[in-house]
Each structure stands twice: as structure tokens, then as C-alpha cells.
């Protein structure tokens, strides 16, 4: 019995992998670079102008993550995280802001999202595309985060500290400042660690 190309080609491919005719390259398909710590192996959209970027280009550095909203009393906190990413950025921390609708206080479109930040509060770290932070819709990024942590965004600026070696450290709530003495000391420690 002769088995038509098609099924062949099918059969022939590894378990689970599509026939080698749909693996078509592109950002699915794209390598894998080994030296980037799983964590950082995600492309988030920017939120000034949408363009993809790796979080793999902060490899090495100690990052915050903050998930963010425009209309939230922890809004103003956006002024302290400018302030410690201005101060700290030149020793290796990177503040990364991710706007978030999830506790319904960021209903605004990226570009609203990115006026708001960079002329109330001249926001000059990071920004991601809103993306929802918690629960099954959580972005890859943020689910990790709450698996390494034990713990999800509670609500706004919920913030998570990851060493320079990509893996998480810390986690605060959103009643944690910026300059709070606890979030320092640890973030001090690992901009000390090589």
C-alpha cells in the first residue's frame, strides 16, 4: 500500500512538531538565545510605538517590574519608581513598566498611556503595552513572576524585583513606596552581586 506524500511528511516529522512544509520562519520560530535566563525570554510590545522588544536585552541587570494604571491613588508612585530607576539605572537596574486594566484604572490606549506618564510624571523607564497581569490572562511574564513568588498583583503597582542572575527575589504590594527601607536594602544587595 503506497501512504499519499502528504501523510508521509506527517508521519515522518518528530511527535508533536508540524510538518517540516509549516514551519515557516518567523517570531514563533525565532532562536532561543541560551544565555537568556527563562524568566526574560518574552517579547512584549513598546508602549510609546508597539515595536516588539526582548526582554533578553536586560540580561545581566537587576530589573523591578511593575504592573501600572493611570487612575489608581498608587498612580503617583509612577514619580518614585522614575526617580529610582534615575538613580540606580547606572549600577544596573531597570524599572519595567506594565500597564495594566485589570483593577479597572487604565481604560486609555497606548499612546494615552504613554502621554500620561511621560508629561505627568516624566516617565523615562521601560513601558510595555497594557496587558493583563493576573489570573488565566495573565501575560507569560507576570505568570512566571506569581510562580517564582507565591504571589499575583493584588492591584496596582504590585512590584517584583528579579537579580541580575534573572530569577525573582522579591515581591512587594502596592503599600510598598519606591523608597521604602526593605525594597532598598534588598535591591542594594542585588546591584552588589555580580
Same mark, same amino acid.
Given at each position: 500500500?503506497?501512504?499519499?506524500?502528504?501523510?508521509?511528511?506527517?508521519?515522518?516529522?518528530?511527535?508533536?512538531?508540524?510538518?517540516?512544509?509549516a514551519q515557516?520562519?518567523g517570531?514563533?520560530?525565532?532562536?532561543?538565545?541560551?544565555?537568556?535566563?527563562?524568566?526574560?525570554?518574552?517579547?512584549?510590545?513598546?508602549?510609546?510605538?508597539?515595536?516588539?522588544?526582548?526582554?533578553?536585552?536586560?540580561?545581566?541587570?537587576?530589573?523591578?517590574?511593575? *504592573?501600572?494604571?493611570?487612575?489608581?491613588?498608587?498612580?503617583?508612585?509612577?514619580?518614585?519608581?522614575?526617580?529610582?530607576?534615575?538613580?540606580?539605572?547606572?549600577?544596573?537596574?531597570?524599572?519595567?513598566?506594565?500597564?495594566? *486594566?485589570?483593577?479597572?484604572?487604565e481604560?486609555?490606549?497606548?499612546?494615552?498611556?504613554?502621554?500620561?506618564?511621560? *508629561?505627568?510624571?516624566?516617565?523615562?523607564?521601560?513601558?510595555?503595552?497594557?496587558?493583563?497581569?493576573?489570573?488565566?490572562?495573565? *501575560?507569560?511574564?507576570f505568570?512566571?513572576l506569581?510562580?517564582?513568588?507565591?504571589?499575583a498583583?493584588?492591584?496596582?503597582?504590585?512590584?517584583?524585583?528579579?537579580?541580575?542572575?534573572?530569577?525573582?527575589?522579591?515581591?512587594?504590594?502596592s503599600?510598598?513606596?519606591?523608597?521604602d527601607?526593605t525594597?532598598?536594602?534588598?535591591?542594594?544587595?542585588?546591584?552588589?552581586?555580580?
Amino acid at each position: 500500500m503506497k501512504i499519499p506524500a502528504v501523510l508521509a511528511l506527517f508521519l515522518a516529522a518528530p511527535l508533536g512538531a508540524p510538518p517540516a512544509a509549516a514551519q515557516a520562519p518567523g517570531p514563533a520560530a525565532a532562536t532561543v538565545d541560551a544565555a537568556c535566563p527563562a524568566l526574560l525570554r518574552h517579547t512584549f510590545p513598546r508602549l510609546q510605538d508597539e515595536k516588539p522588544q526582548s526582554l533578553c536585552q536586560y540580561r545581566g541587570k537587576v530589573l523591578l517590574v511593575v *504592573n501600572t494604571a493611570s487612575f489608581c491613588g498608587f498612580t503617583p508612585q509612577y514619580e518614585g519608581l522614575e526617580k529610582l530607576h534615575a538613580r540606580y539605572k547606572d549600577r544596573g537596574l531597570v524599572v519595567l513598566g506594565f500597564p495594566s *486594566n485589570d483593577f479597572a484604572q487604565e481604560a486609555g490606549s497606548n499612546k494615552e498611556i504613554a502621554d500620561f506618564c511621560e *508629561n505627568t510624571f516624566g516617565v523615562k523607564f521601560p513601558m510595555f503595552g497594557k496587558t493583563a497581569v493576573r489570573g488565566s490572562d495573565a *501575560n507569560p511574564l507576570f505568570r512566571q513572576l506569581a510562580e517564582q513568588t507565591g504571589r499575583a498583583p493584588l492591584w496596582n503597582f504590585h512590584k517584583y524585583l528579579i537579580g541580575r542572575d534573572g530569577k525573582a527575589v522579591a515581591s512587594y504590594t502596592s503599600l510598598t513606596k519606591p523608597d521604602d527601607a526593605t525594597l532598598l536594602k534588598t535591591l542594594e544587595q542585588q546591584l552588589a552581586a555580580r
